[in-house]
């Protein structure tokens, strides 16, 4: 049976990461998990609205919680980490305050209860992908990774309670599924430069810039995120970040869940790595795994990925 | 009848500014079974006594009710006045209108009528007080010290010199505790070894002192002057009268690498082993987890090569029984061990080493001989980065409070590295110089101006290795949050004190109350730091708290002072407010039914079983039994009475009823 879970793209999955919520997709189809988007929601405020109003940045968040639960969602997955963060520190802040969570009941005019389970990619991918991936694989991951997680998905740590702050090593386990080496770096929650990517490019270019250094001076070849921000600013900034650097560089810039759907076989069209900026050879990545035996329904060949 | 003199204190202008004195004196003349009522300037002056001394002759008063201060204050010198006139002190008691009334309410008659309504209460109370007389217990004038550290052997000699016996007991094969393996001292620099190992030797040639070395706490009963305690005394696998501490056996022991726990895991030790050349008492043990022989069943290396035979496979733990009247705890502290800082590498990178490590590099009798070399490569390092506050004071971490020796002994560290490596540069990562004590600010000011240690206020973020180098990420919070970056060679953590592993298994053993860190909580912060809530028992040094080197010492000298002056009684006098068991003879009319629920809910184990037997001998019933010696009296049993069978004395139910009534019929 297809399993239903509810799913909020959030802005930047319609528009900067539409290859991430393009991976996000196919691979869940690809997994017979079925992503309901929340419908009519919103902007989750993020960045902007709680550093000037905090009732706006919980009420925003609250708006999307309580679509999804009108719409009986229990659990939503949320790709983007900034979105997770968000909906996450909404959720702790009226949990533990009843005077809040009626002020921001009578703002967006409909009823919260807060124990909608939020999901993000990782612990979306460890719950519903994880189980079925010995089956679903096609390909190893052949190389050397960097995970990357930034700031937003683990932190603050008393409030999202996942994985270690200092040190996450969640990505990590996935990929080392996948058959990859990661490898271990101090940079795994290192400041990307964030929303500074508009008005400080250059400084961007500085703070991504070491970022990527050190993913390649302990030879990895790819970089693993899980957060359209740290995407943009280590792909799409890549020419700032090659000119502090004073080099070429062509380390690609993976979403996980490009990683996984490559290992499945999935096609660039379907995981979107089409997309980018600092380009992606197709079957650079993967080797043909030897097909599991009961798995004669579904033969994928190196050729069809191409 | 009763007959009451009621005195009542102005306190100077403390309670007489605010109620009217004469007139609550001239209301409570009034009262039913009041003979005598006067009021008076200072009653705790002279005069003021002399006036409840004659008034007790005069009137033939059965009971006093002296309302002025708190009885904390004053009630034993109110008490004493009455003994000397006569009275039992017991039918003394103290109404409080000073802290309970003119200290907290406005000038009124309001606050006139509560003054007068906190006498008539007493004075009802009084009323069914009955004449107590003082406890007395003997005293067994040995006392145990557990733990030989520095507070430990302090106050072991103290107790000793001062005509005691002493029984020494600790876990570790060798007394010395931390501070053997310090390099040197804070703020003098002078040698740690030079100063303790001769006080190690004075405790074990000291006539009064019985030393158990590897030895542990079983068990313990019994009450202040009276403790039945038990020690285990871990096979040490040799006969110590035989063994002459030649070290032949350490040299030939093929089990040759366990991490010392001496040297902090930078040095290996063998199987069978002596802690460190200068221990105290200087004979081996067998570490009988690494012995190739308990492990395998083959070895007997050291048996072989023993010129005296001493080697004894076969021994086994002996449980002993000592008494004792009273014990001082000197259990100290341990540093918090690696994991806790996934983000400065501890464990990760060889390099990163706790503050106690560092003292063991600097130390002349160490893995290094004192000079300091990094563990990875044995490289003298030209930058080393201390990073203060490691654990401490750090909420999120789960510790908050301030371990206290960590900003001099990184002081020191600085110092001691740039004595030892003229051209290497020392940092200081800090978020506050804490240097209270006599030389102490001097001492950090001299590592900063002199020896040049720089200082840097913020915090590490995290640190990282390369290119064999440790990169550490901090900031500068003076020069507005600057981002820092520095290649150091080696850090050094000053890692958080945190109270032994098993200190509160301990703490329950010895129904001592302890916090929530697990350090041993003493009776009051600040008139009581040495004592414990179970009288008898004592603190000394950093099992209460961290605590540096001269606060240790001195704690133990106050426990020993504690210590000798309880025994410079033949016997005790205690407070006789204790429970009492109805049991109005014969015995066999007590309303006790023995359900035994008291003696479960007793906090101090106080309540014990009693058989009343008849004349044939047989058991015709069994009630509770309250050992006046044990117990606190807290009341808890006495709210936890089914039958209404166990009284407070001093405090009855009688009496308490009394007071209450006296209120509800205003």
């Known amino acids: 049976m297809k399993k239903k879970l509810g799913f909020y793209p959030g802005c930047s999955l319609e528009g900067t990461a539409k290859e991430y919520s393009e991976s996000v997709v196919s691979l869940s189809e690809q997994f017979d998990i079925e992503l309901k988007q929340i419908p009519d929601w919103n902007c989750c405020g993020a960045t902007a609205a709680h550093n000037l109003n905090k009732t706006l940045s919980l009420v925003l968040p609250s708006r999307i919680l309580a679509q999804a639960q009108k719409n009986e969602m229990k659990e939503i997955v949320v790709p983007c980490a900034a979105c997770y963060n968000r909906l996450s520190v909404t959720q702790y802040e009226l949990l533990k305050n009843d005077q809040l969570k009626a002020t921001v009941e009578q703002a967006i005019d409909m009823p919260l209860n807060t124990s909608i389970r939020i999901l993000n990619v990782i612990q979306f991918i460890q719950e519903y992908i994880l189980p079925e991936i010995p089956e679903k694989l096609s390909h190893t991951f052949d190389k050397k990774v960097a995970c990357y997680y930034g700031c937003l998905l683990v932190r603050p740590h008393n409030i999202l309670k996942f994985d270690r702050p200092e040190s996450p090593q969640f990505m990590d386990e996935i990929m080392q599924m996948l058959g990859a080496e990661t490898i271990d770096w101090p940079f795994k929650t290192e400041c990307c430069g964030a929303g500074l990517s508009v008005s400080r490019t250059e400084l961007v270019g500085k703070l991504s810039g070491k970022i990527v250094r050190e993913a390649l001076d302990r030879k990895a070849e790819a970089i693993i995120v899980a957060c359209p921000m740290c995407h943009a600013n280590l792909d799409m900034r890549r020419p700032a970040i090659d000119q502090y650097l004073e080099m070429k560089t062509e380390i690609p810039v993976l979403y996980i869940t490009q990683a996984i759907g490559m290992a499945c076989g999935l096609n660039e069209r379907q995981t979107g790595t089409r997309r980018h900026l600092v380009k992606v050879i197709g079957n650079y990545f993967t080797k043909t795994r030897i097909p599991v035996e009961n798995n004669e329904n579904n033969p994928i060949t190196v050729e069809e990925i191409i | 009848m009763a007959r ?556 020993a002072a504690k210590v000798i002056g309880l025994f410079s009684n033949n016997e005790l006098t205690r407070e006789p407010v204790v429970a009492k068991i109805n049991q109005t003879p014969p015995p066999v009319f007590s309303t006790c039914m023995g359900c035994e629920l008291c003696m479960q809910i007793c906090p101090y184990q106080a309540i014990d079983k009693e058989e009343i037997k008849n004349r044939n001998g047989e058991v015709i019933k069994t009630i509770a039994k309250i050992n006046p010696g044990l117990c606190q009296g807290c009341g808890t049993c006495v709210a936890f009475c089914k039958s209404k069978s166990i009284d407070l004395e001093g405090y009855s139910n009688k009496q308490i009823y009394a007071e209450v009534m006296a209120v509800i019929n205003d």
């Open chain 2, 4 to 559: 009451i003199g009621v005195f009542i204190c102005h306190c100077g202008e403390n309670i007489g500014a605010t109620v009217d004195c004469f007139s609550v004196a001239a209301e409570a003349a009034k009262l039913p079974g009041v003979v005598y009522s006067v009021d008076y300037k200072y009653m705790c002056s002279d005069p003021g006594q002399s006036k409840i001394k004659d008034a007790i002759h005069e009137h033939k008063l059965t009971g006093v009710v002296v309302s002025a201060c708190s009885p904390r204050m004053h009630e034993p010198t109110f008490r004493k006045a009455c003994a000397e006139a006569g009275l039992n002190p017991y039918r003394c008691e103290m109404a409080n209108i000073r802290e309970h009334c003119s200290w907290v309410h406005e000038k009124g008659e309001a606050t006139t009528k509560k003054a007068f309504d906190l006498v008539r209460t007493l004075v009802e109370k009084v009323k069914n007080n009955h004449s107590l007389e003082p406890i007395k217990v003997p005293v067994n004038k040995t006392a145990i010290v557990i733990g030989g550290g520095v507070a430990g052997i302090q106050a072991s000699l103290d107790i000793a010199n001062g005509g005691h016996k002493v029984i020494l007991v600790e876990r570790e094969p060798s007394i010395g505790g931390h501070m053997s393996q310090l390099s040197e001292t804070f703020p003098t620099l002078d040698c740690s070894q030079c100063i303790l190992t001769p006080r190690m030797v004075e405790i074990a040639q000291h006539p009064n002192i019985t030393l158990y070395t590897y030895s542990e706490l079983e068990s313990m009963d019994g009450f202040i002057g009276n403790f039945n305690v038990r020690i285990r005394r871990k096979a040490k696998s040799i006969d110590e009268k035989l063994c002459t501490g030649c070290g032949l056996c350490c040299t030939k022991c093929p089990t040759k690498k366990i991490p010392s726990e001496f040297e902090q895991g930078l040095a290996n030790r063998t199987a069978i082993y002596v802690p460190f050349p200068q221990a105290v008492p200087n004979k081996p043990v067998i570490d009988r987890t690494n012995c190739r022989y308990f492990q395998t069943g083959k070895c007997k290396v050291c048996q072989k090569f023993c010129p005296t035979g001493a080697i004894r496979f076969e021994q086994e733990d002996e449980i002993i029984e000592v008494k004792a009247g009273a014990i001082v705890l000197a259990t100290g502290f341990e540093v918090k061990d690696a994991g806790f800082f996934p983000e400065y590498g501890y464990g990760k990178y060889k390099d990163v080493i706790t503050g106690l490590q560092f003292e063991r590099l600097a130390s002349a009798s160490g893995p290094t001989q004192g000079e300091i070399r990094r563990p990875s490569d044995g490289k003298i390092p030209e930058k080393v980065v201390f990073i203060a506050c490691a654990g401490s004071r750090d909420p999120a971490k789960g510790i908050s409070y301030c371990s206290k020796i960590c900003c001099m002994y990184t002081a020191k560290h600085a110092m001691l590295y740039k004595h030892k490596v003229h051209e290497g540069t020392p940092y200081v990562f800090y978020m506050d110089i804490r240097a209270a004590g006599k030389n102490y600010d001097e001492f950090t000011r001299r590592a900063i101006e002199e020896d040049g240690a720089k200082y840097i206020r913020g915090r590490v973020s995290n640190l990282y290795e390369k290119d064999r180098k440790l990169i550490v990420r901090g900031a500068d919070t003076l020069l507005g949050g600057k981002p820092v970056e520095i290649e150091a060679d080696m850090v050094v953590l000053a890692t958080a004190a945190v109270s032994c592993k098993d200190s509160e298994s301990l703490a329950q053993k010895l129904h001592v109350s302890y916090d929530s860190y697990h350090f041993f909580a003493e009776a009051h912060p600040k008139l009581k730091p040495v004592e414990t809530n179970t009288a008898g028992i004592f603190l000394a040094g950093a099992c209460q708290a961290p605590k540096d080197i001269p606060e240790s010492v001195a704690a133990a000298s106050g426990a």
